[in-house]
C-alpha cells in the first residue's frame, strides 16, 4: 500500500501547514523526553524531503539502500515529472555523498527509545525496521502514515495512527473493513491484509501489509475497472427498495440533521429532501463502495487491481458510488474548476452507472445522492476548518448540486 499523494498544487499556506504538521508529528511519534535539539544518544535520523519549508517525506538515514527504498515506495506519482522527480531523490540518497548535497535538511532524535513508535512497532512485528514518514496535506483526516522498512530494503508493511476523534474512528473502521474483505473472496481486487492493531499512548494503531506496487503495470480498460467495482459493490450482499423508505436514506438523513446548525449543512439538507420528494419512488439497489476509489488510491497490474485506503468501505449505498467518485476525483486533478469538474461528472453519469444496470432516473438519482453523500463527509470531516483545498463546498459542490435538483 501506498502513500497516498494529493492531487492539489502546493500552495503556500499549505507549504505552511506542513510544517505545523512535521512538528506535531514529531512530537508525537517521539514524545518527551525525545527531543529534536538534543546531542545524544540519537534514536533515529531523518533527511526530509524535498525540504523543511515544504516536508513531504522523511526518510531515515539508516543506510543508502533503506532511505532509497523510502522514497522508491512511499508514494505512487500521477505525472511523468513526478515521476521524474521521485527518481532523482532515488538516485541521490544511492549516491555516496549526494544526498548531503541536494538534501540538506536534517531531523535527529534523541532521548530514550523504548519510548518511541519505532520500538513499540518492532515489538509488535517481532523484527528490527525503520521508518519513513508521510507528511500529507491540510485535510480534517490526515494522520501520521509509516512505512516501514527491512534493514535489506524491503517494505514490511505502512502504519496508520488515529490521533483523534475523527482520525481514530477512521483507523477502526478500515482495520475492520480489511478484516472483512479478508473472507469475501475478492478475485478482481487486491486488498492489503491486517498485520497487526492495538493502541500506542492512547493512539488508534493498525499495520497492514505492503502491496506490490513494483510489479510491471498494465493499462487501466474502462470496462476491468467498472468489472472491478462491480465486484466490491457486491462482495457484502446487494438488497433493492425505493430511495425514501430505504435504510440509506435514514443514514443519509442523520447524517445531515448532524450537520443542519451550518449554513452549507442547512442548504444540503434542503436540496437533499427536495430530491428525495421527487425521486422518493425510484427503485434502487444498494451494496457496498470502496468510498474513496481513485486514480491514486490504485495501481494496474496484469492480473489484478491493487487497491488501497479502505477507511471509508461502507454498505448499503446506491450501486455505482465509486464509479462516479473515481471519475469526479480524476477530473478534480487535472484541473482548478472544481465547479466544471463536477457538472463534467454529471454529464456523464448516465454511461458511468450503466456497467451496475443503473439507468434513466435512477442514474440520475443516483449521481446526486452521490454528490449529498460527499458533501455530508466533507461537512462532518470540518475539511473546511482543516484547510483543505476543497472544503469550502459553497465554491464548488453545493452549487452545482442545487441547480440539478431544482432542475429535475
Request: charged letters at 25%; hydrophobic letters at 45%; a positive charge.
Amino acid at each position: 500500500m501506498p502513500v497516498k499523494t494529493a492531487p492539489a498544487r502546493l500552495t503556500a499556506g499549505d507549504a505552511d501547514l506542513r510544517a505545523q504538521f512535521l512538528e506535531e508529528v514529531l512530537r508525537l511519534l517521539y514524545p518527551e523526553p525525545c527531543t529534536t535539539r538534543g546531542k545524544s544518544p540519537v534514536v533515529t535520523e531523518y533527511v526530509v524531503v524535498p525540504d523543511a519549508r515544504r516536508p513531504r517525506l522523511l526518510v531515515p538515514t539508516r543506510s543508502r539502500r533503506v532511505a532509497a527504498a523510502a522514497v522508491r515506495r512511499y508514494a505512487e506519482p500521477q505525472s511523468r515529472v513526478a515521476r521524474l522527480k521521485r527518481d532523482a531523490v532515488v538516485a541521490a540518497l544511492r549516491t555516496p555523498g549526494a544526498a548531503s548535497v541536494l538534501l540538506r535538511h536534517r531531523v535527529r532524535i534523541c532521548g530514550p527509545a523504548g519510548e518511541t513508535i519505532d520500538g513499540y512497532l518492532r515489538a509488535a512485528l517481532g523484527t528490527d525496521l525503520a521508518l519513513s514518514v508521510h507528511i500529507g496535506p491540510a485535510r480534517a483526516n490526515r494522520k501520521p502514515v509509516l512505512q516501514l522498512i527491512a534493514p535489506d530494503g524491503e517494505t514490511l508493511g505502512f502504519a496508520k495512527l488515529g490521533t483523534g476523534p475523527l482520525t481514530r474512528r477512521l483507523v477502526r473502521a478500515e482495520t475492520t473493513a480489511l478484516s472483512a474483505l479478508s473472507h469475501v473472496g475478492i478475485r478482481d481486487v487486491t486488498v492489503p491484509r491486517v498485520l497487526h492493531t492495538g493502541e500506542w499512548r492512547g493512539h488508534q494503531v493498525l499495520v497492514q501489509s505492503p502491496l506490490p506496487v513494483w510489479r510491471p503495470r498494465a493499462p487501466l480498460a474502462a470496462d476491468r475497472l467498472a468489472a472491478a467495482m462491480r465486484e466490491v459493490a457486491g462482495c457484502c450482499g446487494t438488497s433493492r427498495s425505493w430511495l425514501a423508505t430505504s435504510p440509506y436514506w435514514a443514514e443519509l438523513r442523520d447524517r445531515l440533521d448532524a450537520v443542519a446548525d451550518r449554513p452549507e449543512g442547512a442548504a444540503l439538507g434542503t436540496a437533499a429532501r427536495t430530491l428525495v420528494e421527487r425521486g422518493g419512488d425510484v427503485d434502487l439497489r444498494y451494496g457496498a463502495w470502496h468510498g474513496d476509489w481513485s486514480p491514486w488510491n490504485m495501481a494496474t497490474l496484469a492480473d489484478t487491481l491493487l487497491v488501497w485506503d479502505w477507511e471509508r468501505f461502507t454498505t448499503g449505498v446506491p450501486l455505482g458510488f465509486d464509479a462516479v467518485h473515481y471519475d469526479l476525483q480524476r477530473r478534480i486533478q487535472s484541473t482548478s474548476d472544481a465547479e466544471a469538474a463536477v457538472e463534467a461528472t454529471l454529464g456523464v453519469a448516465a454511461a458511468l452507472l450503466r456497467p451496475f444496470e443503473v439507468t434513466g432516473a435512477a442514474a440520475r438519482l443516483t449521481a446526486l445522492l452521490y454528490l449529498v453523500d460527499l458533501a455530508a463527509r466533507y461537512l462532518a470531516d470540518r475539511q473546511a476548518e482543516a484547510g483543505a483545498r476543497l472544503g469550502v463546498l459553497g465554491t464548488w459542490l453545493l452549487p452545482v448540486l442545487v441547480r440539478r435538483v431544482a432542475a429535475l
